[in-house]
């Protein structure tokens, strides 16, 4: 008598909703700034806002397969800015550098404060660990749009792929090689 083969479950892709939020000091911390210009923060907030409705995508991919599953039940978020964003950054860059760095700060702030929203322990690290994706959610990210890159990158400028729960720190993420915050021994 031979034993039943094991079916592995499938991984499943659904949107979830991002909510970030513009903080003003934050937003200063990683632009290296001590002050916004006023005009410049009328600016920001009304963008911040226009882009958080109509281009921010959030999604929970779940691999049942991938390393940790056991333990974290294969749980992923996805969280990106779509291209409008890139090429309007892209033209404000043309006209003023020091504008388009700011509004390219601010996409980041906006996707790491989602990603800060949906794994509150990001904040509390202080950092978003980059899992090696499985080939399964290599076919999710082409179900949703997105190219994976192998340098640990995926066809959007302003994304972040991380674990939720929060899972593994350092030990996980492909880029500690290369990252100055790493910690030996993790």
């Given amino acids: 008598m031979t034993?039943?083969?094991?079916?592995k479950a499938p991984v499943t892709v659904e949107p979830i909703v991002a909510q970030p939020e513009f903080d003003m000091f934050t937003y200063c911390e990683l632009s290296g700034e001590t002050r916004?210009?006023?005009d410049l923060l009328e600016e920001l907030e009304p963008r911040f806002d226009n882009w958080s409705q109509n281009y921010?995508?959030?999604y929970r991919i779940t691999d049942p397969g991938a390393p940790g599953a056991a333990e974290t039940g294969g749980g992923h978020v996805i969280i990106w800015l779509e291209?409008?964003?890139e090429d309007e950054i892209e033209g404000i860059w043309q006209d003023s550098p020091s504008a388009g760095m700011a509004f390219h700060n601010l996409a980041i702030h906006m996707v790491m404060s989602a990603a800060q929203n949906l794994v509150p322990e990001v904040?509390?690290?202080g950092c978003a660990p980059l899992p090696a994706p499985t080939k399964a959610i290599i076919k999710a990210f082409e179900k949703l749009g997105l190219t994976w890159n192998k340098e640990g990158t995926v066809s959007r400028q302003f994304a972040v792929f991380t674990r939720e729960p929060y899972s593994g720190g350092c030990d996980i993420c492909m880029?500690?090689?290369k990252c100055p915050n790493a910690q030996p021994g993790e």
Avoid: C, G, Q, S
């Avoid at 034993?3 to 079916?7: F, M, V």
């Fill in 3 to 7: 034993a039943p083969k094991k079916t």
């Fill in 36 to 38: 916004i210009e006023n």
């Fill in 56 to 58: 921010l995508k959030a």
């Fill in 83 to 85: 291209a409008p964003v």
């Fill in 123 to 125: 904040a509390d690290k």
């Fill in 175 to 177: 880029l500690r090689a």
